[in-house]
Each structure stands twice: as structure tokens, then as C-alpha cells.
């Protein structure tokens, strides 16, 4: 039967932390800020942006949010970024993603100043993600690895399975990883012999975006399952990519969803806008 790794919990552990460094900031006289852009009416987008702003007054920053209409053009949403570029109180800016299909995605991130970009996704970050030497780490990745800390079970050595190579998630995941030197497979939709490759995984982290996809013939016995995925199931019910009732027993580990992996998102956002503050004041 698997150890529930509660991401809540975690979380509020790394908040606190960050709630009391942020108060020692703010002694000196510094306000720390992020900048939150939403574009559209998506949903699931407006439950993201309110949980990062809820997070910013649990840690003591101030946030400043910016709701464009779905029509928004591309060069406004970049006149925009320039402005926060400029704006000295604010050390990060987040465009929510994804955004209208109209907007090149790439032209916004390249747009953010890179000491600003607290998602870590404008390449200059990515780079120094590939090469081991970074300021910021990607959210979610960071959070996944902040949770398998949680376990005490070592990446060094371990097998570790990354289903999915989004950008945002399956590649940087990988490369921490590999950073803590687990020897790491990166699946996807062209993998072949997936269920076996999986089932020898130490590590399997679930990366997808499709709901209960991870079935227990992918897990091996007492492996460490952290599911990332935020899918909806037959029911129109919150789910993850692994099927969690299914796997429970074989696990050793393993991330509900909710109360996982994404509030563990949202706390790495609050460090690396901590980070960005602190590099921007020179307080390291
Ligand atoms: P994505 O960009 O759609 O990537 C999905 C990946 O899964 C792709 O690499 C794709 O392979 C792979 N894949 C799809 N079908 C597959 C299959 N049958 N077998 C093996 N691999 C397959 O998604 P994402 O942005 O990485 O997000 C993944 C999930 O995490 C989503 O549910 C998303 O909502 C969730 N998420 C959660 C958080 C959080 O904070 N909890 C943050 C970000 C994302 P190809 O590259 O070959 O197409």
C-alpha cells in the first residue's frame, strides 16, 4: 500500500518558509511583487490566476493582476510585458498559459525580461536549466522534485520515467532528474513498448494530460508515482493521469490529484519571485 505524499501539506511547509524570508525582506524597506497576466475567459486559466494571487497574500507579496479581453493582439500583449519589463515594482512576471490561439506563445515568453520570468520558460532560463547553473527552475518540475525529497528516497541511481516532453513540463523534468543523477527515460505518443519501460521505472512521473492513462501494469512494486496531470474523468471529475485507486496498492509513493503536484506549481512560482526579488536587491 503506497505513503501518500501530500502536496498541501508541502507546500504550506515551503510557503511559510518563504512567507518569513519575504517579512525579513520587507524590513529593508523592499515590497516584493509578481505580475499576473490572464488573456480570455478560460476557466480552468481563472482558477490558476486566482490561486497564484491567494498565494502571493499567503507569502506577503503583492500581486498585480492584468485581465486582457480574448481579443487582445499579440503586439498589445508584448507592449504589455515591456511595460512590467519596466515596472521596478515588479520583480516577476506570469502570463497565464495557454493563450488565444491568435497569440504566438513563443513571442510572449521570449518578450519577458529573463531576470523577471518567473515560470522559467524564455529560452535564456532553459538554457541554464540544460546546463545545471540557474536562478529559477520551472515550476512544476521543481515542485515534482521538492515531493520525491519528501519521500527520502534518493534519485542517485534510480531508474526515473517521464511520460510526456512538453516544454514546460516532460523536458525540464527530465533534466532535473538527470541533474540529481538518475538515470532517466523520457517516453511520449511514439513510444514503443511504453507499460514496460514504465513498469521498470523507480521513479515515474506521469506528465500526460490524459485521465488514468497510468495503470497498474506500468508500476513497478514500491516505485515513487507522481502524477502532474489535471485531467477530467468520465464524470466531468477532477483527475490525474495515473489511475490512482488502481495503483494505490502496488506503489510505494504515490501523488493524490487534487493536493499533489498543484500546489506545489504555485509554491515554486512564489520562490522563484522570492529568488528574482533577491537577485534584483542583492540579497543572496
Ligand atoms: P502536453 O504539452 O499536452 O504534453 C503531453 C505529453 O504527453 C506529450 O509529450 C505527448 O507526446 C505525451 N503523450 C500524449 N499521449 C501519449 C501516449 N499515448 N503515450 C505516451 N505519451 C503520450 O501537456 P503538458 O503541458 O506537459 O501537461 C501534461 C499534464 O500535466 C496535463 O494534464 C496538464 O494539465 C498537467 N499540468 C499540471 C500542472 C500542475 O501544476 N499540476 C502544470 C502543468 C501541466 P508527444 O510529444 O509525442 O505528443
Not at 519575504?22 to 509578481?34: M, S
Not at 485581465?67 to 487582445?72: G, I
Not at 498589445?76 to 488565444?100: A, Y
Not at 534519485?155 to 538527470?178: D, E, F, Q, T, W
Amino acid at each position: 500500500m503506497a505513503q501518500i505524499i501530500d502536496g498541501k501539506a508541502v507546500s504550506a511547509k515551503v510557503k511559510e518558509q518563504i512567507r518569513k524570508e519575504a517579512a525579513e525582506i520587507k524590513k529593508q524597506g523592499i515590497e516584493i511583487g509578481l505580475a499576473v497576466v490572464i488573456v480570455g475567459n478560460d476557466p480552468a486559466s481563472r482558477v490558476y490566476v486566482n490561486n497564484k494571487k491567494k498565494a502571493c497574500e499567503e507569502v506577503g507579496f503583492t500581486s498585480y493582476e492584468y485581465t486582457l479581453p480574448e481579443e487582445t493582439t499579440e503586439s498589445e500583449l508584448i507592449s504589455l510585458v515591456e511595460k512590467l519589463n519596466g515596472d521596478d515594482r515588479v520583480n516577476g512576471i506570469l502570463v497565464q498559459l495557454p493563450l488565444p490561439k491568435h497569440i504566438d506563445e513563443n513571442a510572449i515568453i521570449n518578450a519577458i525580461r529573463p531576470d523577471k520570468d518567473v515560470d522559467a520558460f524564455h529560452p535564456q532560463n532553459v538554457g541554464h536549466i540544460m546546463i545545471g547553473d540557474f536562478n529559477f527552475l520551472p515550476c512544476t518540475p521543481a515542485g515534482v522534485m521538492e515531493l520525491i525529497a519528501e519521500t527520502g528516497v534518493e534519485v542517485c541511481g534510480k531508474n526515473c520515467v517521464v511520460i510526456g516532453r512538453s516544454n514546460i513540463v516532460g523536458k525540464p523534468m527530465a533534466m532535473l532528474l538527470l541533474h540529481k543523477h538518475g538515470t532517466v527515460t523520457i517516453c511520449h505518443s511514439r513510444t514503443k513498448g511504453l507499460a514496460e519501460i514504465c513498469a521498470r521505472a523507480d521513479i515515474l512521473v506521469a506528465a500526460v494530460g490524459k485521465p488514468k492513462f497510468v495503470t497498474p501494469d506500468m508500476v513497478k512494486e514500491g516505485a515513487v508515482v507522481i502524477d502532474v496531470g489535471m485531467d477530467r474523468d468520465e464524470n466531468g471529475k477532477l483527475c490525474g493521469d495515473v489511475d490512482y485507486a488502481a495503483c494505490f496498492d502496488k506503489a510505494g509513493y504515490i501523488t493524490p490529484v487534487p493536493g499533489g503536484v498543484g500546489p506545489m506549481t504555485v509554491a515554486m512560482l512564489m520562490r522563484n519571485t522570492l529568488t528574482a526579488a533577491k537577485i534584483k536587491n542583492n540579497i543572496m
